[in-house]
């Protein structure tokens, strides 16, 4: 290749929108919708993708993929996208949630729609806390964390443990696909985008519920700068949620 020619190696995925992104700098929200632009845009999904998107900060998906998108206020999503499917199975369903909308405000759509074995996919975006409403206490916040509703860190008696919502679902026989995986760095960047493919072609094979949590950094959630907050990700977060494979009925049953 001579000196003058230019080689494109990096390129916004044709389903993430062309706009600046309305998140804070250093948040994970956008890595996670960049890959599901791109797995979505690689199966060749977008034009049949009907997406659901809950409160919080997640819910600006809807503005930042291109594909069609109905609002699910608080935890309701996996209950609407449960109606989708139904009245239009020719669609892909896809619901995106955080950990206070999914694993508090919305405990009982999501197990339900699991234990229904629902051919739909959910991304899980937990960061811990209640990011868009000033940082409070979330189910998945850890013991001893600071957050505005627990100034003096989170403790077990009174405020419960930390739960861990894919490992509860992935037990479920109707679901077909659970994983855990982080934007923590870019090789876990790598297989969390190969778990929300496998749990999108779960949904294509028709084998159930697929969910696929990825663990975040909310930085101005939790008081520090985004560097930090990625060395707290990886020091205090994944230890007590381990990422990998956790659920994986996609073959043919034994
Ligand atoms: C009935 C009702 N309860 C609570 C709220 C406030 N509220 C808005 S977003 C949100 C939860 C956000 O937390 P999470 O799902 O973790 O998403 P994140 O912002 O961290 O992405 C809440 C409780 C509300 N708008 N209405």
Same mark, same amino acid.
């Given at each position: 290749m001579s000196a003058t020619e230019l080689r494109t190696i990096f390129e916004r995925p044709a389903l993430l929108a062309d706009r600046s992104t309305h998140y804070c700098p250093g948040c994970g929200h956008g890595v996670v919708q960049r890959l599901i632009a791109e797995v979505l845009g690689e199966l060749e999904l977008g034009p049949r993708t009907i997406a659901v998107a809950p409160v919080g900060c997640a819910v600006f998906a809807y503005q930042d993929l291109m594909v069609d998108f109905v609002e699910a206020p608080h935890g309701r999503a996996p209950a609407v996208a449960t109606g989708i499917r139904r009245v239009r199975p020719e669609a892909f369903v896809l619901t995106y949630q955080g950990d206070g909308d999914l694993a508090a405000i919305g405990t009982a759509e999501i197990i339900h729609a699991a234990a229904r074995g629902e051919r739909i996919t959910a991304?899980?975006?937990?960061?811990?806390?209640?990011?868009?409403?000033? &940082?409070?206490?979330?189910?998945? =916040?850890?013991?001893?964390? %600071?957050? @505005?509703?627990?100034? !003096? &860190?989170?403790?077990?008696?009174? =405020?419960?443990?930390?739960? %861990?919502? @894919?490992?509860?679902? !992935?037990?479920?026989?109707?679901?077909?696909?659970?994983?855990?995986?982080?934007?923590?760095?870019?090789? !876990?960047?790598?297989?969390?985008?190969g778990y929300i493919e496998?749990?999108?072609?779960?949904?294509?094979?028709?084998?159930?519920?697929?969910?696929?949590?990825?663990?975040?950094?909310?930085?101005?959630?939790?008081?520090?700068?985004?560097?930090?907050?990625l060395a707290w990700l990886r020091d205090r977060v994944l230890p007590e949620f381990p990422v990998g494979l956790l659920a994986d009925r996609t073959g043919p049953p034994g």
């Open positions: 991304i899980f975006v937990n960061n811990g806390v209640y990011g868009m409403t000033g &940082g409070q206490m979330a189910p998945t =916040t850890l013991l001893g964390q %600071r957050t @505005t509703s627990t100034p !003096a &860190g989170r403790e077990r008696i009174g =405020t419960g443990s930390p739960l %861990r919502m @894919t490992e509860l679902l !992935a037990q479920i026989p109707g679901v077909a696909f659970a994983a855990r995986g982080s934007v923590v760095d870019a090789a !876990a960047i790598g297989r969390t985008r496998r749990a999108c072609r779960a949904q294509l094979n028709g084998a159930g519920f697929s969910i696929v949590e990825v663990l975040a950094n909310c930085p101005v959630g939790w008081g520090l700068t985004p560097v930090d907050s």
